[in-house]
């Protein structure tokens, strides 16, 4: 698959590894071409002069930015993920008076789907933290990758994606569901924030019901 990396930080770099190691294309772009050209070359993939360069070389594009980059990096590449896969990973909160708090409020994905109505949006990768979208064994156990849309066809092309990197896929329904994805991230972050943690800690559900277990194509 060609995958496009919007966003060269730590969820960038991670994805883009996991990715090339899984023998997967991939194109980086982000606000500063040293950021990208440096991620690219770890993965031994390539550098996108800008956003929109890399939506267009790919097939799936993640975006891999702060939620507040979300409505800039979307008008960029909007004419260029027509139809297009748009992986959507990223997780929001703020900090109130007694730590992390998260508003209990429409997904970014779903903003993202308003604002990208001609792509197929995806919530996957979010409720990992780098470290394990790089290493999805923790205690020995597989992690779950959890994927949320609306249009089937493009859920399975990210679950094919999520499974090639090692993680073990569950499809958690439509879009909508990438609210409690957003919550379940929330948890770990805010727990590893409070006690100290090392930010590897991740989700796995045992005795999934079978309705969830998806196949994965080969
Ligand atoms: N860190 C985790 O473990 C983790 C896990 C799951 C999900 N997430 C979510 O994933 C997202 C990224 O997290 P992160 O930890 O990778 O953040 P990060 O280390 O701060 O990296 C963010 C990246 O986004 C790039 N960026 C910002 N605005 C951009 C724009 N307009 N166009 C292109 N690139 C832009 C930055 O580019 P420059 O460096 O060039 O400025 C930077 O490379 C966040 O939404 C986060 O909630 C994080």
Known sequence: MNIAIIGAGNVGRALATSFS?????VIVA??????????ASAAHGRAAANNAEAAAAADVVVLAVPPDSLESVAA????AVHGKVVIDPTNRMSFGSSGPTMELAE??????AVLLPEARIVKAFNT?????????IADG???????????????????????????????????????????LAFLNIALNITANGTWTSGWRLVGA??????????
Request: proline share 6%; hydrophobic share 45%; aromatic share 2%.
């Open 21 to 25: 190691r899984a023998g997967h294309a």
């Open 30 to 39: 982000s606000r500063d071409p040293e950021h990208s050209a440096a991620v």
């Open 76 to 79: 960029e590449i909007r004419s």
């Open 107 to 112: 997904s970014n994905s779903e903003r993202l």
């Open 128 to 136: 990992l933290f780098a470290s394990r979208q790089i290493d999805p």
């Open 141 to 183: 156990v597989q992690l779950d990758g959890f994927v949320a849309g609306d249009d089937a066809q493009a859920k399975s092309t990210v679950v094919a994606l999520v499974s090639s990197i090692g993680l073990n896929p569950i499809d958690v329904g439509p879009l909508s569901r990438a609210q409690q994805l957003e919550q």
């Open 209 to 218: 019901p079978s309705t969830v277990a998806v196949a994965v194509a080969a």
